[in-house]
């Protein structure tokens, strides 16, 4: 997977702002100030390199998702077979859900998200090179899949892409409907979104 270079300081102002959020302080509480001393940076350094803390703290979260996707990336490659890939794929959805750095589950709890998408939309390549980076991890996937054929060939990748994010999608809803589920553990949901995933591609 490519690599986007950043300069010491902006990677410290993001790490920062992370750094921030894991503590719990909510992004739209956060302050310049604030992002200056959990980055060990001038408050003028900041200005430097962003017009605004929105535009700081938007960049941070694009940031961070890269991060996470490179990480899941090769989590997900070092594991064998495609049972294995999968669930750890799972495994990595569930640990995102249940943390509170999850960015967007962050702004969409905090709300005002608008204030950070109009900086996010801004981006639009960043956020279709987080896609073609998740698409990447599903060909691995599903490539391990059909060598071990456990999947079938029959289907276009279109297809593929479109089962593999529907059972994804569907393991991740269980995390916001809980109340609903209460007698369903996750390794349950994790069973039946593989179970969804292998009869969509056979």
Same mark, same amino acid.
Do not use: W
């Given at each position: 997977?490519?690599? /986007?270079l950043y300069?010491?300081?902006k990677?410290? %102002? #993001?790490?920062?702002?992370?750094? =921030?959020m894991?503590k !719990?302080?909510?992004?739209?509480?956060?302050?310049v100030?604030?992002?200056?001393k959990?980055a060990d940076?001038?408050?003028?350094t900041?200005?430097d390199y962003?017009?605004?803390?929105?535009e700081a703290?938007s960049?941070?979260?694009?940031f961070?998702?890269r991060?996470?996707?490179e990480?899941?990336?090769?989590r997900?490659?070092?594991?064998n077979g495609?049972?294995?890939?999968?669930?750890?794929?799972l495994? /990595?959805?569930?640990?995102?859900?249940?943390?509170? %750095? #999850?960015?967007f589950?962050v702004? =969409?709890?905090?709300? !005002?998200i608008?204030?950070?998408?109009?900086?996010?939309?801004?981006?639009k390549?960043?956020m279709?090179?987080?896609?073609?980076r998740?698409n990447?991890?599903y060909?691995?996937?599903?490539?391990?899949?059909?060598?071990?054929?456990i999947?079938?060939e029959?289907?276009?990748?279109?297809y593929r892409?479109m089962?593999?994010?529907?059972?994804v999608?569907?393991?991740s809803?269980?995390f916001g409907?809980?109340?609903?589920n209460?007698?369903?553990?996750i390794?349950?949901?994790a069973?039946?979104?593989?179970k =969804?995933?292998i009869?969509?591609?056979n």
């Amino acid at each position: 997977m490519d690599n /986007i270079l950043y300069s010491e300081k902006k990677i410290a %102002i #993001f790490n920062g702002i992370i750094a =921030l959020m894991r503590k !719990g302080v909510n992004p739209y509480s956060i302050k310049v100030s604030d992002i200056a001393k959990e980055a060990d940076i001038g408050k003028g350094t900041v200005y430097d390199y962003f017009a605004s803390k929105e535009e700081a703290i938007s960049q941070a979260i694009l940031f961070n998702i890269r991060e996470e996707i490179e990480e899941a990336y090769y989590r997900i490659k070092a594991k064998n077979g495609f049972k294995e890939k999968y669930y750890e794929l799972l495994h /990595i959805i569930a640990e995102r859900m249940e943390s509170n %750095i #999850f960015p967007f589950k962050v702004l =969409l709890s905090a709300g !005002g998200i608008q204030k950070f998408y109009e900086y996010i939309s801004e981006y639009k390549y960043d956020m279709c090179q987080h896609v073609s980076r998740i698409n990447i991890i599903y060909d691995h996937m599903l490539e391990t899949g059909v060598e071990e054929k456990i999947i079938g060939e029959e289907e276009d990748s279109y297809y593929r892409y479109m089962a593999i994010a529907s059972a994804v999608m569907g393991f991740s809803q269980y995390f916001g409907q809980r109340t609903f589920n209460q007698n369903i553990s996750i390794e349950e949901a994790a069973e039946a979104s593989y179970k =969804l995933l292998i009869k969509a591609l056979n």
